[in-house]
């Protein structure tokens, strides 16, 4: 696992922009997130792309889950949010995205997993955290070897992510996620993480035991793993000057 530390959000979302970029070319699939974190990531995504220096022709994107029983059409559904944010403003129009409102959720589940597969599996999986150490939606006590199902959202979920409703009584308390077996298939993994709420998962994502406590800290069982933290998330992090040493010294011939 590589673990790159930057001083702030905008920072981290102009560094994870450039390794998706060196990704990104006809025939890749793209792992795509919500959420918070990777906004700066989009918007310097959207600004390369404006500036004619990144196409997404030929390009596929997967999003890592939805909420259960939203519409798609409601601003808030991640279907919405990833056009909204990201897929409308390039030129990417191939989105797949779990169903939220499918009537058979297992079937669903299924052909999101046979999308993937057919599509060659995932190159690049952009991933956020939640303050429990959630990826997807894959909440603490979740199998590490988890395909795409139903989950249930905690509580701590549902208050962090209600300043995107008008109550947290509108939050969804299910959702239809990746599993941390989906998440692991991918070739590269990218976690994003910013700002001192997310000190504590982070830390016990890279430093912490492997354990379905902390769901992110399954990225120590990936060869290809990238956390670009800013300071205050990095603040929970013991080896935090060992990682700066080894970013600052890496060999050229060294890749992301
Ligand atoms: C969203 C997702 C979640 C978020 C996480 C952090 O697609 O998969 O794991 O990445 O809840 O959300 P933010 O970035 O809003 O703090």
């Not at 997967?62 to 944010?85: A, C, K, M, N, Q």
């Not at 997993?113 to 939640?130: K, M, N, P, R, Y």
Request: proline share 6%; net charge negative; charged share 20%.
């Amino acid at each position: 696992m590589e673990v790159l530390i930057v001083g702030d959000a905008p920072a981290a979302g102009v560094l994870v922009a450039e390794i998706i970029a060196q990704h990104v070319q006809p025939g890749v699939s793209l792992g795509l997130a919500t959420g918070s974190s990777p906004l700066p990531v989009y918007r310097e995504l959207i600004e390369r792309h404006a500036r004619g220096e990144l196409s997404f022709a030929g390009v596929r994107a997967f999003t890592l889950d939805e909420y259960v029983g939203l519409p798609r059409s409601h601003p808030e559904s991640y279907h919405s949010v990833i056009r909204r944010e990201l897929t409308d403003q390039v030129d990417l129009d191939r989105v797949d995205a779990p169903d939220g409102q499918a009537t058979d959720i297992p079937a669903e589940a299924a052909r999101f997993e046979a999308a993937i597969v057919e599509a060659g599996g995932i190159d690049v999986q952009l991933l956020g955290i939640g303050t429990d150490g959630h990826i997807g939606f894959n909440e603490p006590g979740s199998s590490l070897a988890s395909r795409t199902r139903v989950k249930t959202l905690t509580q701590q979920t549902r208050d962090d992510n209600a300043r995107f409703f008008d109550s947290v009584d509108d939050v969804p308390h299910h959702v239809l996620t990746q599993g941390l077996g989906t998440i692991l298939d991918a070739r590269h993994l990218v976690l994003i993480a910013t700002g001192s709420s997310k000190a504590g998962a982070v830390a016990a994502a890279v430093e912490g035991p492997v354990s379905a406590f902390c769901p992110a800290s399954v990225l120590q069982l990936h060869p290809h793993a990238t956390v670009v933290v800013d300071e205050p998330a990095a603040a929970q992090l013991r080896l935090a000057d060992y990682y700066r040493f080894a970013a600052e010294n890496k060999p050229d011939w060294q890749r992301f």
